[in-house]
């Protein structure tokens, strides 16, 4: 399918988009050496010493360019599944000429398991997740405890995993994850630390009056007089 989003001119990611398909491919051993296929995304930039954050579903690339010149030493890495969403917002960047922005054409759950190093990333932006109403289609929702497992990983310690979004189903879903991952686990004569810990949703400076985030998919939600779900996930 073709949105049509180049207008007829051509998209060009340039050395601003990155494809998931040119990595070369995960060994065989892979299930017994975690770190057999890890690169380090943080060299895609001009300054990979850089604070590093991940944006998850990043579509048109709204966010990335309006919080990218806000941060720019900050380096933000939108990973994005669609083909043509990928390539529109990659030659965004381009255009604006980002330093420290990068576009990802791939499988964010497949490349946060199987391709990043551990604590690298200080922020993991999921908003507006494809919810998969279906519930033959659950398990392909992005928020899964497997998923929280991962984005634990690479986190760095007390990085923020944010999410925001408009169905209330898969808010429900969500809470219900939530709730298993932000609770000590009580055993014999002590208390576990819960992985995570839940902390009220504060806007980006990007976002507009009335916004949460900013993003394309929050403008036409908010026009259709959908409410919005939002917090943080902090990393213990």
């Given at each position: 399918?073709?949105?049509?989003?180049?207008?007829?001119?051509t998209l060009?990611?340039?050395?601003?988009g990155?494809?998931?398909?040119?990595?070369p491919p995960?060994p065989?051993?892979?299930?017994?050496?975690q770190?057999?296929?890890w690169?380090d995304?943080?060299q895609?930039?001009?300054?990979?010493s850089?604070?590093?954050?991940?944006?998850?579903?990043s579509?048109?690339?709204?966010?990335?360019?309006?919080?990218?010149?806000?941060?720019?030493e900050?380096n933000?890495?939108?990973?994005?599944w669609?083909?043509?969403?990928?390539?529109?917002?990659?030659?965004?960047?381009?255009?604006?000429?980002?330093?420290?922005?990068?576009l990802?054409?791939?499988?964010a759950?497949?490349f946060?398991?199987?391709?990043l190093?551990?604590?690298?990333a200080?922020?993991?932006?999921?908003?507006?997740?494809?919810?998969?109403?279906?519930?033959?289609?659950?398990k392909?929702?992005?928020?899964?405890?497997?998923?929280?497992?991962?984005?634990?990983?690479?986190?760095?310690p007390?990085?923020?995993?944010?999410?925001?979004?408009?169905?209330?189903?898969?808010?429900?879903?969500?809470?219900?994850?939530?709730?298993?991952?932000?609770?000590?686990?009580?055993?014999?004569h002590r208390a576990?630390?819960?992985?995570?810990?839940?902390q009220?949703?504060?806007?980006?400076?990007?976002?507009?009056?009335?916004?949460v985030?900013?993003t394309?998919?929050?403008?036409?939600y908010?026009?259709?007089?959908?409410?919005?779900?939002a917090?943080?996930l902090?990393?213990?």
């Amino acid at each position: 399918m073709s949105f049509g989003l180049g207008n007829g001119r051509t998209l060009e990611p340039g050395t601003h988009g990155i494809k998931a398909d040119t990595f070369p491919p995960l060994p065989d051993d892979i299930n017994a050496r975690q770190d057999a296929a890890w690169l380090d995304p943080r060299q895609w930039f001009t300054d990979p010493s850089k604070r590093f954050e991940i944006e998850i579903g990043s579509g048109k690339g709204t966010f990335l360019l309006q919080q990218g010149e806000l941060e720019p030493e900050t380096n933000f890495l939108g990973i994005e599944w669609a083909g043509e969403f990928f390539a529109y917002a990659a030659d965004r960047v381009r255009r604006k000429g980002m330093d420290n922005v990068r576009l990802l054409h791939g499988d964010a759950t497949e490349f946060l398991r199987w391709r990043l190093p551990n604590e690298i990333a200080s922020v993991i932006h999921l908003y507006f997740s494809d919810p998969w109403p279906k519930s033959r289609h659950h398990k392909r929702r992005v928020v899964q405890d497997s998923f929280l497992v991962q984005a634990h990983r690479v986190l760095k310690p007390g990085g923020e995993l944010r999410i925001v979004t408009d169905h209330a189903e898969y808010w429900q879903w969500m809470e219900e994850h939530f709730d298993r991952w932000t609770t000590p686990a009580v055993e014999p004569h002590r208390a576990t630390p819960a992985p995570w810990q839940r902390q009220p949703f504060n806007r980006p400076a990007s976002a507009g009056d009335g916004e949460v985030v900013g993003t394309n998919f929050e403008r036409k939600y908010a026009r259709e007089g959908r409410p919005f779900n939002a917090t943080i996930l902090k990393k213990n």
